[in-house]
């Protein structure tokens, strides 16, 4: 904190997503109505399976993590970048740029572990699902989730310890529309190429541990599935991992192509694209990735709507 307290740059600006007057309100009339989405669908999902007991299932109960991490994921990002998209100044201060970078990653990497907790339900129901009832206890599913946000918490503080190293002096300007860590690393006037290692390591442990636990889940899901006579118990299984399989691909393309390469610049180009995919498109896909293929979710909606209108009669 010493070395913040010294540095030359007391804001900086987010120049990312720039371009005429028009594109800019274009632009946030897309988000917004993409955030009102998130926000409605995510917390819809939320309420959706409280009310309903019969969703009181460790399926849902992660669902319902994944809905309130996506939820805060996106109130990280979108509400400073629809600011900047209908101002000219687009300055974000130095201590609110370095608590987004940390809520970023925390979240993001919360997710990531989350996801793998989510692939072991399946791996479970499928291969024993004659022990599903121990396997999966409550006490289990709360330490799997305790476990994603521990981590998370963990990267995040290891990124602060890193950029608090780092001294910033000369351009305050980052060429991105929030503050991700290499575009602001790019910025200091200290030797970073240690810290980029280091950084560098974590996000690619965070990111192929993760990748690879849902990756063995999935192999032993696959073997499994195989060796099922019958074509609906096939089906059967395949539909009951195809939405997390599906939200897991999306999630983990992105950010392996934003992060895990090297000699990478940001730009308007493509790395930005994949970058409005994970922060501000996904959180609002993943509720309905996992709710319109859902017959569960479905006869949830419709009993908590049969009982709503029989109160109403009863009245």
Known sequence: MSRWNNTNVPDFILMGLTGSGEIRVVLFMLFLLIYLV?????????????????????????????????????????????????????????????????????????????????????????????????????????????????????????????????????????????????????????????????????AGCTLMVSLITISVSYVSILYTILKINSTSGKQKAFSTCASHLLGVTIFYGTLIFTYLKPNKSYSLGKDQVASVLYTIVIPMLNPLIYSLRNKEVKNALIRIIQKREGSRQLK
């Open 38 to 202: 998130t926000v409605l669908g995510n917390v819809g999902k939320i309420l959706l399976i409280c009310l309903d007991h019969q969703l009181h299932t460790p399926m849902y109960f992660f669902l319902t993590q994944l809905s309130l991490l996506d939820l805060s994921y996106s109130t990280v990002i979108t509400p400073k970048t629809l600011e900047n998209l209908l101002t000219s100044t687009k300055n974000i201060s130095f201590m609110g740029c370095f608590a987004q970078m940390y809520f970023f990653v925390f979240l993001g990497a919360a997710e990531c572990f989350l996801l793998s907790s989510m692939a072991y339900d399946p791996y479970v129901a499928i291969c024993h699902p004659l022990y599903y009832p121990v396997f999966m206890s409550t006490r289990l599913c709360c330490a799997l989730l305790f476990g994603s946000y521990l981590i998370g918490f963990m990267d995040s503080s290891v990124n602060l310890l890193c950029m608090s190293r780092l001294h910033f002096c000369d351009s305050n300007v980052i060429h991105h529309f929030f503050c991700d860590i290499p575009p602001v690393l790019s910025l200091s006037c200290t030797d970073i190429y240690d810290t980029q290692i280091l950084l560098f390591i974590f």
